[in-house]
């Protein structure tokens, strides 16, 4: 949503610019990088540790399941041809059983981490906008730009102030 009001913003600085110089150069335009902001930001870090205190029983639990797997389907690899057939017939049971859980649980469980990675999302971007909608109205900026940007010098680039308002509001 934010990348379809750049372009006409740009466009609109630009026009100012050209028919208003004077009040062109007294704009205050700052660049934010979003993806550093969601990386770096104490409230991302935050964000992931609570998603892995969330998922890592169900993880692991996950994993113990799949090394049975592979386990049972090695046995039948190197075993197969020397078991009786009711025994391998019941080994090849057990493995569709386990492959149909597994495909199961996998699919709960990455269905759950991303309702669960888009709600910690959510609230990331509302911190960070309110942080740099307060951060540009007590510096009076005019115009903070952020995805999109292909040119921006250090001297708009106010990440980094932005980064230190996020850390100061834990």
Same mark, same amino acid.
């Given at each position: 949503?934010?990348k379809k009001f750049i372009a006409p913003l ?8 050209? *028919? ?13 990088? #979003? ?37 049972? *389907?090695?046995?039948l690899k190197r075993d197969g041809q020397v ?7 019941? #080994? ?20 759950? *981490? ?47 102030? *932005? ?8």
């Amino acid at each position: 949503m934010m990348k379809k009001f750049i372009a006409p913003l740009l466009l609109a600085v630009a026009a100012t610019a050209m *028919v208003a110089p004077a009040q062109a150069a007294d704009l205050k335009i700052g660049v934010v990088n #979003l993806a550093q902001l969601v990386t770096a930001s104490p409230q991302a870090q935050r964000a992931r540790k609570s998603m892995e205190g969330k998922f890592s029983a169900r993880k692991e639990e996950l994993e113990s399941k799949q090394e049975a797997f592979r386990a049972d *389907v090695e046995r039948l690899k190197r075993d197969g041809q020397v078991m009786s057939e009711e025994a391998r017939e019941k #080994l090849e049971g057990q493995i569709r059983d386990q492959q149909r859980r597994l495909k199961l649980m996998q699919d709960e469980y990455n269905e759950d *981490v991303t309702l669960a990675e888009r709600k910690e999302m959510d609230g990331l971007r509302e911190d960070i906008r309110a942080v740099i909608d307060q951060f540009a109205k007590d510096k009076g900026f005019d115009l903070i730009l952020g995805d999109a940007i292909l040119f921006a010098s250090e001297q708009v680039d106010v990440t980094d102030q *932005v980064l230190e308002r996020l850390k100061d509001r834990l």
